[in-house]
Nanobody, 116 residues
């Protein structure tokens, strides 16, 4: 069983930075794909960034060049560094782990609010 615990959300002014972390339990972290999703009120959950087990990364067009996803397999933690934040980045951010099977696990979400 895998549990994911996010941290690092908060309130920041436009142009600022935040760093999110997601710590995982269990034994499949290193062989899993890790994703960050976000969901703003009244919208669908969208994929923001992804890092595969091999270290390849992918980003939504809206965040490419501003956000950086990374992983530390030894700490079983995935990070999302968010720079040059915009009000439209305001959302609840969710960590997602996709393990072999596939198996899907979600964190509880952390609120990010960017004021203009």
């Amino acid at each position: 069983q895998v549990q994911l615990v996010e941290s690092g959300g908060g309130l920041v002014q436009a142009g600022g930075s935040l760093s999110l972390s997601c710590a995982a339990s269990g034994s499949i972290f290193s062989i899993s794909t890790l994703n960050w999703y976000r969901q703003a009120p009244g919208t669908r959950r969208e994929l923001v960034a992804q890092v595969t087990s091999g270290g390849s990364t992918n980003y939504a067009d809206s965040v490419r060049g501003r956000f950086t996803i990374s992983r530390d397999n030894a700490k079983k933690t995935v990070y999302l560094q968010m720079n040059r934040l915009k009000p439209e980045d305001t959302a609840v951010y969710y960590c997602n782990l996709v393990g072999p099977g596939p198996l899907y696990y979600w964190g509880q979400g952390t609120q990010v609010t960017v004021s203009s």
